[in-house]
C-alpha cells in the first residue's frame, strides 16, 4: 500500500524510519518531511493544515493511508475533512475526528473531561479576558508554584510554572489581556501544582479496544538540571525505571480505562494514538496533559522498541481489530538526546551545515529541524537532530548516544549532557 505521513519533525521521521521496514508498505511519502525522510521516502511540499493540498496529493500519488504526526491538522479536523470528501472517505486516517482532538486543543476540555470520568489530575479553574482579576484572586488562594497553562496549542510552550505570586499574576495577564501566547492563550487555566516526576504513557486505540505501548519520560527544559525554559523536548528514556508493575497497573486501571471508555461515552470517534502525560505523586499516577498525537522526542525511543510491523498495527485500527493484535517490546532500553540550534527555544539562525552524520556507528540518526539543500545537510528548526541508542540498561544506552554526539557538528551546536540524570 502507498502511505503517506504528515509532519516534519524527528516523530515524522522515526514514522518513516518504522513504517519503511514493513512489507506492506509499497511507497512513502512524507509531507513536507525533512532531510532524514528524504532519505527513505518521497518528500511532498505543503503545509499540514492545507487540506486541499492534502487532498490533491493523495489522489494523484494513489495514497491508501494518511498517519497524521502533528497536533494542528487533527485539532483542525483533517481526519472529518477526508471523512466528508466522497473521494476520500474510504481512505484511513490514523488520528482522532475533531471532537475528540479537543482533548489537546482545549485544556479546559481536557480537564472538564477528567473531572467527568474521575480520572485523577491536578485541581484547576478557567479564566478569560473578562475574568482576569478573579484569576488573581484564585491563585491567592494557592501556595507556590503556580502553574498557569494556555488552553489552546502553544507548540509545547505555553505552560508557565512560577514560584513568585506577583509574577503570576503579571504572566496571567500578559497571556489574557496582551495575548502572549496569541489566541493560544485567549483563556488561561490555573491549577494547583502537583510535586513529583513525570513520565508519558502512550495508547493505541481503534475507538473500542486499546493497547498500551511502552512508557517514556522526556526532558523539556533547555537547561542541565532541568533548568530554564521549556522546549519541546531534549531527549528521553524509555523504559521508566520508576514504573513498577503496581504503578503500570494503577495507570491502567485509573487512567486508561476510563479514558478509552469515557470517549465512548461522550461519544468522540477516536482512531490514534493517546500520549498521556503523568506525574507520579506519591506512588499515585495523576494527569497533567493530554496529546491526540504521539510525542517528540518520546517517539524516537518508544517505536524503536515496538517490533511489531507498525502498518499492521495500523491496519487493525483502522478495521476496528485491534483487540487481535498482541503487541512486542524489545527488552532493551532506548534513548534518545536533542541536538539544537544555539540559542533555542528563543531566536536562533538557520542554514548551518551539519557534519558527520556519516561517522555514527551503533546508534539511530532521526532528522528534525535539519534539510537539504545543494547537496548539503543544514539546519532548519530549532530542535534539529535525535540520536538514538539502545542498550541493556537505560545508562548504556546514553553513553552510546552522548559517543555518537561527539562525531557530529553544526555552528552553535548545544545539547543537553544530563538526560536521565534524576533516575
Same mark, same amino acid.
Given at each position: ?7 516534519s519533525?524527528?516523530r515524522?521521521h522515526?514514522f518513516?524510519?518504522?513504517i519503511?521496514q514493513?512489507p ?9 518531511g525533512?532531510?532524514g525522510t528524504?532519505e ?9 493544515t492545507?487540506f ?10 494513489h495514497?491508501?493511508?494518511v498517519v497524521?504526526?502533528?497536533?494542528d ?5 483533517v ?8 473521494e476520500l472517505?474510504?481512505i484511513p486516517?490514523?488520528?482522532p475526528?475533531k ?14 473531561f ?6 485523577p489530575?491536578?485541581?484547576y479553574?478557567a479564566?478569560?479576558r ?5 484569576g ?10 503556580? /502553574?498557569?497553562k494556555a !488552553?489552546g496549542l502553544?507548540?509545547?510552550k505555553?505552560?508557565l510554572?512560577? *514560584? @513568585? $505570586?506577583? #509574577? ?42 486499546y ?8 526532558y523539556?527544559?533547555i537547561?542541565?538540571?532541568?533548568t530554564?525554559?521549556n ?6 528514556v524509555?523504559?521508566?525505571?520508576f514504573?513498577?508493575?503496581d ?7 485509573r487512567i486508561v ?6 470517549l465512548?461515552k ?12 503523568l ?12 496529546? /491526540?498525537?504521539?510525542? !517528540?522526542?518520546?517517539?524516537e525511543v ?5 517490533? *511489531? @510491523? $507498525?502498518? #499492521? ?13 498482541a ?7 532506548a534513548?534518545?538526546?536533542m541536538?539544537?540550534?544555539g ?16 561517522q ?8 528534525a529541524?535539519a534539510?537539504?539543500?545543494d ?5 532548519s ?6 540520536v ?7 545508562q ?7 559517543q555518537?554526539?561527539?562525531?557530529l ?15
Open positions: 500500500m502507498n502511505i503517506l505521513i504528515l509532519g519533525g524527528g515524522e522515526t518513516a524510519w518504522k519503511a514493513s506492506l508498505c509499497k511507497n512513502l511519502f512524507v509531507a513536507p525533512n532531510s528524504a527513505i521516502a518521497t518528500n511532498i511540499d505543503l503545509r499540514v492545507d486541499g493540498a492534502i487532498k490533491s496529493a493523495v489522489l494523484s500519488n495514497v491508501n493511508m497524521v504526526g502533528p497536533e491538522p487533527l485539532v483542525q479536523g481526519h472529518d475533512f477526508f471523512l466528508k470528501d466522497s472517505k474510504h486516517v490514523i488520528g475526528q471532537a475528540a482532538a479537543e482533548l489537546e486543543g482545549s485544556k479546559q476540555f481536557a480537564k472538564e477528567m473531572m467527568r470520568h474521575q480520572i489530575t491536578a485541581a479553574q479564566f478569560d473578562n475574568t482576569v482579576e478573579e488573581c484572586a484564585f491563585l491567592e488562594t494557592l501556595n507556590p508554584p503556580y /502553574v498557569l !488552553d502553544a507548540a509545547g505555553g505552560v510554572i512560577l *514560584n @513568585d $505570586l506577583e #509574577e503570576a499574576k503579571t504572566e496571567l495577564r500578559n497571556m489574557l489581556v496582551d495575548s502572549k501566547f496569541g489566541d493560544a492563550s485567549s483563556r488561561v487555566v490555573i491549577e494547583e501544582f502537583l510535586d513529583g516526576i513525570e513520565l508519558s504513557c502512550f495508547v493505541l486505540t481503534d475507538g473500542e479496544s493497547k498500551i505501548l511502552p512508557t517514556a519520560k522526556d523539556k527544559r537547561g542541565e538540571g532541568d530554564g525554559l522546549t519541546g523536548g531534549m531527549g528521553a524509555s523504559p521508566v525505571p514504573a513498577t508493575p504503578f503500570l497497573n494503577k495507570i491502567e486501571e480505562k476510563p479514558t478509552v471508555s469515557g465512548k461522550d461519544n468522540l470517534p477516536y482512531k490514534g494514538f493517546i500520549f498521556i502525560g506525574i507520579k505523586v506519591g506512588n499515585d499516577p495523576k494527569v497533567i496533559e493530554y496529546n /491526540v498525537r504521539m510525542g !517528540d522526542p518520546e517517539t518508544v517505536l524503536p522498541r515496538l517490533k *511489531n @510491523d $507498525l502498518v #499492521e498495527v495500523f491496519n487493525a485500527i483502522s478495521n476496528q481489530t485491534l483487540h487481535k493484535v503487541i512486542e517490546i524489545d527488552e532493551r532500553a534513548t534518545t538526546i541536538m539544537v540550534s540559542g533555542y527555544p528563543e531566536a536562533y539562525e538557520k542554514g548551518k551545515e551539519i557534519i558527520g552524520l556519516d555514527v556507528e551503533d546508534s539511530i540518526v532521526f532528522h529541524g534539510t537539504l539543500t547537496d548539503k545537510i543544514v539546519t528548526g530549532g530542535r534539529v537532530i535525535a538514538t541508542s539502545y542498550g541493556k540498561t537505560y548504556e544506552a546514553i553513553k552510546k548516544s552522548y555518537n554526539i561527539e562525531k557538528h553544526f555552528d552553535k551546536m548545544y545539547y543537553r549532557k544530563d538526560i536521565g540524570f534524576d533516575l
